[in-house]
C-alpha cells in the first residue's frame, strides 16, 4: 500500500509568483485536505477536498486554490506569493470526508524570497 | 470555534523516564482526538486516536493516551522513553464535519541520554 506522496520536497520562489504544490493520495482514499506549517507552529487547515468538491475551507485567502483529479489526486495553487507564505505544506488523505483518520504525506518546504 | 492548548512548549527527559504530555481542548460536542509526530523536517504521523468508547487508548510505539471528558483533556503518555522518541509532539481536535483538523502548538521533546 503506498502512503500520501506530495512533490516537490522544495521550492523556493519570489514574491509574487504562483506556486503548485502536488499530493497523491493513499490507496483507497477520497479526501484530501491541505494544511499550512509555519516555523514553530502547529498545521493550519487550508481546505478540504472530496471527490472533485471543495468540502470545507480554513481562513485562507482565495489566492491559494485546488483541485482533485478523478484519481484524487490534488493540486494546491497558491497566486501572488507573500513572504509570510513560506512554510511546510502538508498534504492529508482520508478514506472519507467524516471522522476519518488523515494521513500525512512528508510535505513540501516552500521558501518565498 | 475548537481550539487545542499544548501547555508545554518544550520538555526534556531522561531516556528511560516516563513521559506525559498535556493537551486540553475546546470543544462544544464530542471531539475526535489525535496525537501525532513529527521528525524534524518530515511530515505526521500518527500516533494514536479517540473517537469514542474506551477512554484510554492505545497507540504505536508504546505510547498511551487519556481522554477525560470532564477536564477537557487528553494526554500522551509513556512509561519509559527512548532516545529516538525525541521530536515534535501535536495534539489535534476534528470535528464531525470535514474532517478539519485543528493543532496545538506542539511540544517539543528532548531525550537526555
Known amino acids: 500500500e503506498t502512503g500520501v506522496t506530495q512533490s516537490p520536497t522544495h521550492l523556493i520562489k519570489t514574491r509574487g509568483q504562483q506556486v503548485t504544490l502536488r499530493c497523491s493520495s493513499q490507496?483507497?482514499?477520497?479526501?484530501v485536505s491541505w494544511y499550512q506549517q509555519a516555523l514553530g507552529q502547529g498545521p493550519q487547515f487550508i481546505f478540504q477536498y472530496y471527490r472533485e468538491e471543495e468540502n470545507g475551507r480554513g481562513n485562507f485567502p482565495p489566492r491559494f486554490s485546488g483541485l482533485q483529479f478523478p484519481n484524487y489526486s490534488s493540486e494546491l495553487n497558491v497566486n501572488a506569493l507573500e513572504l509570510d507564505d513560506s512554510a511546510l505544506y502538508l498534504c492529508?488523505?482520508?478514506?472519507?470526508?467524516?471522522?476519518?483518520?488523515?494521513?500525512f504525506g512528508p510535505g513540501t518546504r516552500l521558501l518565498v524570497l | 470555534a475548537q481550539s487545542v492548548t499544548q501547555p508545554d512548549i518544550h520538555i526534556t527527559v531522561s531516556e528511560g523516564a516516563s513521559l506525559e504530555l498535556r493537551c486540553n481542548y475546546s470543544?462544544?460536542?464530542?471531539?475526535?482526538l489525535f496525537w501525532y509526530v513529527q521528525s524534524p523536517g518530515q511530515g505526521l504521523q500518527l500516533l494514536l486516536k479517540y473517537f469514542s468508547g474506551d477512554t484510554l487508548v492505545q497507540g504505536i510505539k508504546g505510547f498511551e493516551a487519556e481522554f477525560k471528558r470532564s477536564q477537557s483533556s487528553f494526554n500522551l503518555r509513556k512509561p519509559s522513553v527512548h532516545w529516538s522518541d525525541a521530536a515534535e509532539y501535536f495534539c489535534?481536535?476534528?470535528?464531525?464535519?470535514?474532517?478539519?483538523?485543528?493543532f496545538g502548538t506542539g511540544t517539543r521533546l528532548q531525550v537526555t541520554l
Open positions: 490507496s483507497g482514499h477520497n479526501t
Open positions: 470543544y462544544g460536542a464530542t471531539p475526535y
Open positions: 489535534a481536535v476534528g470535528t464531525g464535519t470535514a474532517s478539519k483538523l485543528t
Open positions: 492529508a488523505s482520508s478514506f472519507d470526508r467524516i471522522q476519518e483518520t488523515q494521513y
